[in-house]
């Protein structure tokens, strides 16, 4: 990253980007658990353990015990490191589970918990199948974990969440990385400053939003999103410099020392909010905007200006590879989509979407897809009855408000609207777990009183066999009958 202060250079070097620390909570009623027990865990999971033993220095304060682990992931790759430890669980920000819309009994066994297994890890070059293997590493020490915290993204999710996705073949999303948080101006409700956490470790810059209206904070979120999945993939662009995150929406960012110079002053994020945990390395983004006659007007505007774009259902870019893994894991949880549309897919209040990708015209291969949204009518075991719900930008024989029956092999993605909320591949578990709250409880049955034991009763004489019987004629159909 060229023009950039030193630290924001330090962002992208492997050996000096900050860790990935993860903590699951223990159930209440669990003890404190040795370094024995979780030496077991591991032992006896299907992970590649290469070795495990004591950590000869402590780096995570309070830990009762600390173990240096090395997995092997590949055949022929090196073994990967963590540290994985034991703590006192801290209670969780009450900000943090509102966000999460964590269950009530997941905020009640955070609550409750006494104990807390952690796992840091160092992300080198493909930090979200690095993810996905803390992830599995998590899992296994703690198997019954109630909730997850990712220390890095301040977001907690629930036990079923980490099992879920450390299950899965295919990572989860990139979203997983990172959490939007969204302060409110202290002089105007109206207004909030949008920012990440958890990029960081991912060997880029936070990224950031600043007087951003409040009423349109989640549209102006899938443009942050936007810009976070290209520098995940791509790296951060240099600073000033135009990148392009979809149609007709172009981006800059600066460090945030010198973007606060192109805001209104005293909006939440500015000098006043920067204490130690958001002074990282994180960039502003902003609309390019040009002065009139080279004197008026700002070269720097609010991504707000996008607005009438992002509510228009603008095509966002997705790369290739982002594309793969959303495809794998709608295949991989298709099933899941299915039975839910079974069970509700007759119910006005639910949706069900799926995304079909389309060769263009004149693709040169069948790899040239275009990836559409559809409303779902019907499902069978090939595929869906569905109408597309937006217009092509480069497939001239379909329209949007065609029907048409296409087939699960086209399939990238899915999602599930209902009263719930709404829900992908990725998020399908929360779902299911409301849906199983909702079950009401059974009454319990009462018992029953004893039986008194009844007399033996005597033998009965052996009956003689009886005859056949002859075959009976067919009753006439009553439909048939006039």
């Not at 160092?122 to 020490?141: G, K, M, N």
């Not at 102006?220 to 936007?226: D, E, F, R, T, V």
């Amino acid at each position: 990253m060229r023009s950039a202060d030193p630290q924001y250079q330090m962002v992208c070097d492997p050996d000096q980007r900050l860790p990935s620390w993860m903590v699951a909570l223990l159930p209440a009623g669990a003890d404190d658990p040795g370094v024995t027990a979780a030496i077991a865990y591991l032992e006896q999971s299907d992970l590649n353990i290469v070795d495990r033993r004591m950590a000869d220095e402590r780096e995570m304060e309070g830990a009762l015990w600390e173990l240096e682990v090395e997995i092997r992931w590949e055949p022929d790759a090196e073994p990967v490191s963590y540290r994985v430890w034991l703590e006192p669980t801290e209670r969780l920000e009450t900000v943090h589970l509102e966000m999460a819309f964590l269950q009530p009994e997941d905020l009640e066994a955070s609550e409750n918990s006494r104990w807390s297994i952690g796992v840091a890890t160092r992300f080198t070059d493909s930090p979200l199948a690095e993810y996905h293997q803390q992830i599995r590493v998590l899992d296994a020490v703690a198997p019954s974990a109630v909730v997850t915290f990712d220390i890095s993204a301040s977001w907690p999710r629930s036990g079923d969440w980490l099992r879920d996705t450390a299950s899965a073949r295919v990572p989860p999303s990139p979203e997983s990385l990172y959490s939007v948080h969204a302060v409110m101006d202290q002089d105007s409700e109206a207004r909030v400053w949008l920012h990440t956490h958890g990029l960081l470790r991912c060997g880029t810059i936070e990224l950031e939003m600043l007087d951003a209206p409040a009423d349109h904070a989640a549209i102006l979120c899938n443009l942050l999103g936007a810009a976070a999945a290209m520098t995940l993939e791509l790296g951060p662009p240099p600073p000033d410099e135009l990148f392009r995150v979809g149609q007709g929406l172009e981006l800059v960012w600066l460090p945030w020392e010198k973007g606060l110079s192109h805001v209104p002053r005293g909006v939440a994020g500015s000098g006043r909010d920067r204490d130690e945990y958001h002074s990282h390395p994180s960039g502003i983004l902003f609309a390019p905007g040009q002065k009139w006659l080279g004197l008026f007007g700002s070269r720097y505007r609010t991504p707000a200006e996008y607005l009438p774009i992002l509510q228009n259902n603008p095509l966002l870019y997705v790369s290739g590879l982002e594309t793969a893994r959303m495809r794998q894991l709608a295949a991989e949880r298709l099933d899941r989509f299915t039975t839910l549309w079974q069970l509700h897919g007759e119910h006005d209040e639910w949706l069900f979407l799926v995304k079909l990708g389309h060769v263009v015209d004149h693709a040169e291969d069948d790899d040239e897809q275009e990836h559409l949204w559809f409303t779902v009518h019907g499902v069978d075991d090939d595929g869906v009855d569905a109408t597309l719900i937006n217009e092509p930008y480069s497939i001239a024989r379909m329209h949007e408000g065609q029907r048409d029956h296409h087939d699960f092999g086209l399939l990238s993605d899915w999602s599930v609207h209902c009263p719930h909320g709404s829900f992908d591949p990725d998020s399908v578990g929360q779902l299911e777990r409301h849906l199983q709250s909702d079950q009401p409880d059974q009454p319990d049955q009462p018992d029953q009183p004893d039986q008194p034991d009844q007399p033996d009763q005597p033998d009965q004489p052996d009956q003689p066999d009886q005859p056949d019987q002859p075959d009976q004629p067919d009753q006439p159909d009553p439909s048939q009958m006039v």
